[in-house]
């Protein structure tokens, strides 16, 4: 399994570089008097809709990344959060930010 300290870290550089990027599409939307129609406002509208919930999206996948890093600090690692058994390497290499065992996943 890679280092998943470092998969955590790498991915929330990218979030933050992601956030960076978006940033400029969840600001007010203003009238453009150059546009024509409501159309244009709509899509205007509508694209800082999708803007803000991407932004929501990383806020909580960062959340879920700073938990996986305090489960690190404290050794708890690797293990479900509901019952305490080992998670598959398998899972943990797919989303190294994982808290639940496959049958805890299934029971919720």
Excluded at 16 to 23: K, T
Excluded at 40 to 57: E, F, G, I, K, T
Excluded at 66 to 72: E, F, Q, T, Y
Excluded at 81 to 93: G, K
């Amino acid at each position: 399994m890679s280092d998943p300290l470092a998969m955590l870290e790498a991915r929330l550089a990218a979030l933050d570089a992601e956030d960076a990027a978006g940033a400029a599409g969840q600001k007010t939307v203003e009238l453009d008097q150059q546009a024509v129609g409501r159309l244009s406002r709509m899509d205007a509208l509508q694209n800082q809709a999708m803007a803000q919930a991407q932004a929501r999206r990383r806020a909580a996948e960062r959340q879920k990344i700073h938990a996986a890093l305090a489960r690190i600090a404290s050794g708890d690692y690797g293990y479900c959060i509901d019952c305490a058994e080992e998670i598959a390497p398998a899972r943990l290499a797919a989303d190294p930010a994982i808290a639940l065992c496959t049958d805890c996943m299934r029971s919720r």
